[in-house]
Structure formats: structure tokens, C-alpha cells
């Protein structure tokens, strides 16, 4: 473990795991059916480190734009727990699915009640609500993530938004099932575009590990003020730790420790509560729909730092 000089500590940690990552940059497969992220370059890695004393750090492409797909669900969801409180989650649970993200099935046996918030289907409920709460869903998470990252130029990528849109079939699937029984009070069409238009954010490492800090910071945004409570930001860190990385989150919680969102653009938020948010983007994916890298390189700062809620 390294010295815990907290500036040199975290640049020698960071240095660290770029070279312990090297074998795993550039394998997986890009989420190829989604034509505009099949282009990605495999071979793209970058990772950065927020801390809750307001210093970043960052190795590789950090500050390279990419597409945020589901990391757009955390921070959907917690906008809506921050202006309706607790009232979404009875409309979805908090537990882990066996299924893929897309699946139809265990929203069929669950009748219409989404596992937890990050799968497709729960994103799904979580853009309903959302979009009744502000009249625009997407346009309402486009300004939080502007104001918690920092950064006033967010915005979707109209090119992949375009592209998923074109290949919208599953998630228009499930977003009828979930209609069918009851647990979607807008149009179908309506969540549809302004979930694509979510997923379809275009960020980088150091904003996107910026714009997550109230997740480290017990609830509180970037101007100080209470955005969640701390109970509702433990709860949400702990249904990241059990549902955030899909068929791969009892994997990552045994190799990393640390609770988690990925996306299938390749990046995935970590947060180490108190401490920092790590943002790391690799586009070569897991069978699980998992950056293979940014999974290699969050073990190894988890094992190089001693960071971990365990």
C-alpha cells in the first residue's frame, strides 16, 4: 500500500494501475448494436479521481468525451429522489436480477414492477416519473449534470441519440410492458425519447467523477446544499454495490469493494464514500455488458489505495 500523502498518494496510485491495466485495454467488444458507438476506438482508456476536497486527478483519455448510457440512470434517479423523495421506489425495487439489463422476463414475472432502478426497464419508470415531476426528463438531468460536473456544454449527442432511436425496439418492448400493467402515466413514445436522449449525454472521466461527488459527499451537491439526504444517498450507494453492474455485480463487489454504475459506452462510476468518486472509461465490454478494463483498473486502486467499504 502507498504513502497517504493524499496529492502524491493519489497521482502514484494512478500511475500505478495505468500500467497494471495494459493487457486488458483494447479487449471486450464495443456495443455494437448501437451503430454509433460501434466506431469507438477499443483501444481508449482514461480514468480520473474527484475528491471531496474538490481536487481531480486523472491518467489516459480523462477528459475525452464519451457516450454515458446507463451511468445516465444514477443520476436520473437521484434528481428524481431529490424532488419527490422516497415515492419512486414504490414503483421499482432494489434488488439484483439474473437476467440481462434488457430482459423481458423478470419483468413479466414481476408484473410489471422493475427489479431496481438500473435496468432498462427501471430507467424506464425512473424517466416517467421524472418527466411527470419537471414536463423534461431529459432536459432536467442535462441541467443537474451541468451544475454538479461543473461543466455548462453537457448535452446529448445527437448522432447517437439518432442511432439508439433507430434501434429502440427492446427498450420500446419493455417500456409496453411495463405500460400494460400500469406503471407508466406517460406516453410510451414520450419516455422513450427523453430516456435515449439521457443515455446518449456525452461525458468525460473527470466530469462524470465530478458530477457524481455527492454520492462520496453524503448527499450534498456541488454548492453545499442538501440534494439527498443521507439515509437516501446510503440507500442508493448500497443499490449501486448490489445492482449496478448487472450479471457482474457480486464479481465486482468480491474484486473491488466498492459500489458502482457501468454503462455500456464503456465507462463506470465508483464511489469510495467520504473519500472520492473514480470515473474510468474503456469501451471493450464484458459478456455482462462491463468495461473489461475500467473492471481491471478499479481492483487494482481499490487494491493499491485500501479503499473499499469493506
Excluded at 421524472?130 to 451541468?146: E, I, P, Q
Aim: hydrophobic letters at 45%; a negative charge; charged letters at 15%.
Amino acid at each position: 500500500m502507498l504513502a497517504r500523502s493524499p496529492r502524491p498518494f493519489l497521482r502514484t496510485a494512478l500511475d500505478h494501475v495505468m500500467e497494471a491495466v495494459q493487457p486488458f485495454i483494447g479487449t471486450g467488444r464495443v456495443a455494437d448494436y448501437i451503430p454509433a458507438l460501434s466506431t469507438v476506438d477499443p483501444k481508449r482508456f482514461g480514468m480520473a479521481v474527484a475528491t471531496v476536497d474538490g481536487e481531480t486527478f486523472g491518467v489516459g483519455d480523462y477528459r475525452q468525451q464519451f457516450s454515458v448510457q446507463s451511468l445516465a440512470k444514477v443520476f436520473a434517479f437521484a434528481l428524481t429522489l431529490a424532488v419527490d423523495g422516497d415515492r419512486v421506489w414504490g414503483r421499482l425495487g432494489r434488488e439484483a436480477s439474473p437476467h440481462p439489463f434488457n430482459s423481458l422476463v423478470q419483468l413479466e414475472q414481476d408484473l410489471g414492477v422493475p427489479r431496481n432502478p438500473f435496468l432498462n426497464a427501471g430507467a424506464l419508470v425512473t424517466t416517467d416519473r421524472l418527466l411527470s415531476l419537471t414536463g423534461d426528463a431529459a432536459g432536467a438531468l442535462r441541467a443537474f449534470l451541468c451544475a454538479e460536473s461543473g461543466n455548462t456544454s453537457v448535452d446529448t449527442d445527437p448522432e447517437v441519440a439518432l442511432s439508439e432511436l433507430a434501434h429502440v425496439h427492446r427498450n420500446a418492448a419493455l417500456a409496453h410492458l411495463v405500460a400494460s400493467y400500469g406503471n407508466l402515466d406517460n406516453p410510451v413514445a414520450d419516455v422513450l425519447d427523453h430516456y435515449v436522449r439521457q443515455c446518449a449525454i456525452a461525458m468525460s472521466c473527470e466530469d462524470l467523477a465530478a458530477a457524481a461527488l455527492f454520492l462520496a459527499r453524503g448527499g450534498r451537491g456541488a454548492d453545499g446544499a442538501e440534494l439527498l439526504s443521507r439515509d437516501a444517498t446510503k440507500r442508493l450507494n448500497a443499490t449501486m454495490l448490489v445492482c449496478g453492474m448487472y450479471g457482474g455485480a457480486g464479481e465486482f463487489a468480491y474484486r473491488v469493494g466498492l459500489p458502482a454504475k457501468s454503462g455500456v459506452g464503456g465507462g463506470i462510476i465508483a464511489v469510495v464514500p467520504n473519500r472520492c468518486v473514480v470515473c474510468v472509461w474503456s469501451p471493450g465490454l464484458d459478456a455482462c455488458g462491463n468495461s473489461v478494463a475500467g473492471v481491471a483498473a478499479l481492483e487494482a486502486f481499490s487494491s493499491i489505495t485500501g479503499w473499499s467499504v469493506f
